[in-house]
């Protein structure tokens, strides 16, 4: 497995374009547009940072695991995940299962602007949520 870089850091947002007149108004970065990623129930902004990005999520369900994150931290957005680029994905989820890592995607799924991602299950990577992400 061959991790190249934080591809992005994922962020819980209650409202989407109040985050985002934040972050381009105030913080002068420039989003991508949005995309609606219906089997992960979010809304989806990246703003392009450098060389890595920040990904913006609201939910589109209130059951969706982003209005999950938002009620367990007092109804307040905040960090959610990080996300690591890989060169091949499929190569990289066998890798983390061969060292005995816990995936939540043991396939990889679709994510925003056509990535191929998969994440790891938080209690396997000490708490944080990770992404792994494969970009063309
Ligand atoms: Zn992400």
């Given at each position: 497995?061959?991790?190249n870089r934080v591809d992005h850091i994922?962020?819980?947002?209650?409202?989407?374009?109040?985050?985002l007149a934040f972050y381009e108004g105030v913080l002068g970065l420039k989003s991508n547009g949005s995309e609606v990623i219906e089997d992960q129930k979010v809304k989806v902004a990246f703003l392009p940072c450098g060389d890595s990005e920040l990904e913006l999520l609201?939910?589109?369900?209130?059951?969706?695991?982003?209005?999950?994150?938002?009620?367990k931290?007092?109804?307040?957005?905040?960090?959610?995940?990080?996300?690591?680029r890989v060169d091949n994905i499929e190569k990289a989820i066998e890798d983390m299962k061969a060292k005995g890592m816990r995936m939540l995607d043991e396939?990889?799924?679709?994510?925003?602007?056509?990535?191929?991602?998969?994440?790891?299950?938080?209690?396997?990577?000490?708490?944080?949520?990770?992404?792994l992400t494969e970009r063309q």
């Open positions: 497995m061959n991790i994922g962020i819980a947002v209650p409202n989407l374009e109040e985050a609201e939910s589109t369900e209130p059951d969706g695991p982003i209005a999950k994150f938002i009620k931290n007092g109804g307040r957005g905040g960090i959610q995940h990080v996300a690591l396939k990889p799924r679709y994510g925003a602007g056509g990535a191929k991602i998969a994440f790891c299950h938080p209690k396997s990577s000490l708490g944080v949520l990770l992404e």
